[in-house]
């Protein structure tokens, strides 16, 4: 074979045919790193096809619809000028993606075909490069909005849900983030903000009172509204998007960004999908809150507003509901005057907790009260409320009912005392021995009739009497009860203290006992004969 000239290895080849230039052409492999292909793809087709077509002149263009225009992918050999005669030819690739090729070579039907080749080629690589890039995104779109759901989901607190939103999306979807909520009267305040660089949260500050009137104004508010984004003000640069839940309109999410910083194709549905998200997690701890109040006001009518004061006696109660704040308590404590001029303590747990524990715990509380002034002896209440339990077949009760009788005016207190299956209380002495009290009868609501027979003991001065429900006794800490005797230590202790801080501390006790939360309700009452020795 002739030896060939060197300067004429990788020169044009005139006598060529076709098929060795399109051999040529799809010859040009892509390159194994991925990171690379398109672009050492794209400068490798450039060269054979300038060898082919006599191209003095190439370059292929590339706008991945960031926002950040075209960009130069590749060139070989002269730079063409945008006034230059070099032939565009758009390169097929999907949206948002867009592509030209631009070639200064004669125009041959040969230069033609090869270029409709190349241009086929490099249409192929780039949208493989699009398919590769978007799944990278989908995959850490769908990481984030993981993220996003577990982060939402650790909190039921309205106010620190609304804190913890804009701090998710910055800096993921923009550089700066503002939470509207909505008020009655469809109106907006401001409720949390974020920017990426503390040191401008200032100025986000400075821009709340501008962003809500234009999220106010009359398009706007009818577009969000309407379940639609709205482009913000110029001079932000960002989207607002409406959050609803449940078909309810909460707020407006604004997301801005600096304006020169890339923006990514999938950025609008994965902030949407984020507004959904964060929609219900907002009802959700606004749902919470109500259910929250509600509560509250319910089991605060259930117990006594304020505890009497009592010549001679002093009085300590504490109250624990199971549960996470939302949740009622089926258990019971009151005191009240009685017609006859003493004073009557009930303590009582009612089966269950929650709502339909807590009717029945305010229906036995009014049914005692309402007997008890009628003038009705305690033996006859405890028989009424048990066929009233028995009627409803629902629900049963341990009771204890304690009459104190301070009328004598000496420094003793006599005590008659009933309990339908309820633990029997404690007696703290003066010198800190403890000792049980009462004798057991049956439970309220299980059997007919009621068998409670009443035990009469006297409370001398600096004794305390203490009642408490199994809330207490069955607190636990993994397989370990704290228990009547843990609760006799705990008691012997507190001789000499007052009746309150009796209570209390027993209540510490009982909660410290254990990390987890109460599984049952807790009550506790300790009425103290304060007086003299």
Same mark, same amino acid.
């Given at each position: 074979?002739?030896?060939?000239?060197?300067?004429?290895?990788? #020169?044009?080849?005139?006598?060529? +045919?076709?098929?060795?230039?399109?051999?040529?052409?799809?010859?040009?492999?892509?390159?194994?790193? %991925?990171?690379?292909?398109?672009?050492?793809?794209?400068?490798?087709?450039?060269?054979?096809?300038?060898?082919?077509?006599?191209?003095?002149?190439?370059?292929?263009?590339?706008?991945?619809?960031?926002?950040?225009?075209?960009?130069?992918?590749?060139?070989?050999?002269?730079?063409?000028?945008?006034?230059?005669?070099?032939?565009?030819?758009?390169?097929?690739? #999907?949206?948002?993606?867009? @592509?030209?090729?631009?070639?200064?070579?004669?125009?041959?039907?040969?230069?033609?075909?090869?270029?409709?080749?190349?241009?086929?080629?490099?249409?192929?690589?780039?949208?493989?490069?699009?398919?590769?890039?978007?799944?990278?995104?989908?995959?850490?779109?769908?990481?984030?909005?993981?993220?996003?759901?577990?982060?939402?989901?650790? #909190?039921?607190?309205?106010?620190?849900?609304?804190?913890?939103?804009?701090?998710?999306?910055?800096?993921?979807?923009?550089?700066?983030?503002?939470?509207?909520?909505?008020?009655?009267?469809?109106?907006?305040?401001?409720? !949390?903000?974020?920017?990426?660089?503390?040191?401008?949260?200032?100025?986000?500050?400075?821009? #709340?009172?501008?962003?809500?009137?234009?999220?106010?104004?009359?398009?706007?508010?009818?577009?969000?509204?309407?379940?639609?984004?709205?482009? &913000?003000?110029?001079?932000?640069?960002?989207?607002?998007?409406?959050?609803?839940?449940?078909? %309810?309109?909460?707020?407006?999410?604004?997301?801005?960004?600096?304006?020169?910083?890339?923006?990514?194709?999938?950025?609008?549905?994965?902030?949407? %999908?984020?507004?959904?998200?964060?929609?219900? @997690?907002?009802?959700?701890?606004?749902?919470? %809150?109500?259910?929250?109040?509600?509560?509250?006001?319910?089991?605060?009518?259930?117990?006594?507003?304020?505890?009497?004061?009592?010549?001679?006696? +002093?009085?300590?109660?504490?109250?624990?509901? @199971?549960?996470?704040?939302?949740?009622?308590?089926?258990?019971?404590?009151?005191?009240?005057?009685?017609?006859?001029?003493?004073?009557?303590?009930?303590?009582?747990?009612?089966? +269950?907790?929650?709502?339909?524990?807590?009717?029945?715990?305010?229906?036995?509380?009014?049914?005692?009260?309402?007997?008890?002034?009628?003038?009705?002896?305690?033996?006859?209440?405890?028989?009424?409320?048990?066929?009233?339990?028995?009627?409803?077949?629902?629900?049963?009760?341990?009771? !204890?009912?304690?009459?104190?009788?301070?009328?004598? +005016?000496?420094?003793?207190?006599?005590?008659?005392?009933?309990? !339908?299956?309820?633990?029997?209380?404690?007696? &703290?002495?003066?010198?800190?021995?403890?000792?049980?009290?009462?004798?057991?009868?049956?439970?309220?609501?299980?059997?007919?009739?009621?068998?409670?027979?009443?035990?009469?003991?006297?409370?001398?001065?600096?004794?305390?009497?203490?009642?408490?429900?199994?809330?207490?006794?069955?607190?636990?800490?993994?397989?370990?009860?704290?228990?009547?005797?843990?609760?006799?230590?705990?008691?012997?202790?507190?001789?000499?203290?007052?009746?309150?801080?009796?209570?209390?501390?027993?209540?510490?006790?009982?909660?410290?006992?254990?990390?987890?939360?109460?599984?049952?309700?807790?009550?506790?009452? !300790?009425?103290?004969?304060? @007086?003299?020795?």
């Amino acid at each position: 074979m002739p030896n060939r000239a060197p300067d004429q290895e990788h #020169s044009p080849h005139p006598a060529a +045919g076709p098929l060795t230039a399109v051999d040529a052409l799809l010859g040009v492999a892509t390159t194994a790193d %991925e990171t690379g292909t398109a672009h050492g793809f794209a400068g490798d087709l450039l060269r054979t096809l300038a060898e082919h077509t006599a191209a003095t002149g190439s370059a292929v263009w590339l706008d991945r619809g960031d926002g950040a225009g075209a960009q130069l992918l590749a060139a070989q050999g002269k730079r063409l000028q945008p006034t230059s005669a070099a032939r565009r030819i758009s390169v097929p690739v #999907s949206l948002p993606w867009s @592509a030209e090729l631009r070639l200064d070579a004669p125009d041959t039907p040969q230069a033609r075909t090869l270029t409709r080749l190349a241009v086929q080629r490099l249409g192929m690589t780039l949208e493989h490069q699009r398919l590769r890039d978007s799944d990278r995104r989908r995959q850490t779109s769908l990481a984030f909005l993981a993220e996003v759901s577990e982060l939402l989901a650790q #909190s039921l607190d309205l106010t620190l849900t609304l804190a913890l939103i804009p701090r998710l999306v910055v800096p993921r979807l923009g550089t700066w983030c503002t939470l509207h909520r909505a008020t009655p009267g469809r109106r907006l305040e401001p409720a !949390a903000a974020a920017h990426a660089d503390e040191a401008l949260s200032p100025w986000l500050d400075a821009v #709340s009172d501008e962003l809500t009137r234009s999220l106010l104004a009359p398009p706007v508010a009818d577009a969000l509204l309407a379940g639609k984004n709205v482009p &913000l003000p110029t001079a932000l640069s960002g989207i607002a998007v409406p959050l609803f839940a449940r078909g %309810e309109w909460l707020g407006v999410l604004s997301i801005g960004r600096d304006t020169d910083s890339p923006r990514d194709p999938d950025e609008i549905p994965v902030a949407e %999908e984020v507004a959904r998200r964060c929609a219900l @997690a907002m009802d959700n701890a606004r749902i919470h %809150e109500e259910r929250q109040t509600v509560s509250h006001t319910l089991q605060q009518a259930l117990l006594p507003a304020k505890l009497p004061t009592i010549q001679g006696l +002093g009085i300590g109660a504490e109250y624990v509901p @199971a549960g996470r704040g939302v949740e009622v308590g089926g258990d019971l404590y009151d005191i009240m005057a009685m017609p006859d001029g003493r004073w009557l303590v009930m303590v009582g747990d009612v089966s +269950g907790k929650g709502v339909h524990a807590a009717a029945v715990t305010g229906l036995i509380r009014e049914v005692i009260r309402v007997l008890v002034k009628d003038g009705r002896p305690l033996q006859s209440v405890l028989a009424t409320l048990n066929e009233t339990l028995s009627e409803r077949s629902e629900r049963y009760c341990t009771l !204890a009912l304690a009459a104190f009788d301070t009328r004598s +005016g000496g420094s003793d207190v006599e005590v008659s005392l009933h309990l !339908a299956g309820h633990d029997r209380p404690l007696v &703290l002495h003066a010198d800190g021995r403890v000792s049980s009290a009462g004798r057991w009868g049956t439970a309220l609501g299980l059997v007919s009739p009621v068998t409670c027979p009443p035990a009469r003991l006297v409370l001398k001065p600096g004794e305390t009497l203490v009642f408490f429900t199994d809330g207490v006794t069955e607190r636990r800490n993994g397989h370990e009860f704290f228990g009547t005797q843990r609760l006799a230590q705990r008691l012997t202790y507190l001789a000499g203290h007052p009746a309150d801080v009796i209570a209390a501390r027993l209540r510490t006790a009982a909660v410290d006992f254990s990390v987890d939360p109460p599984r049952d309700d807790m009550a506790i009452m !300790a009425v103290r004969n304060d @007086a003299e020795r």
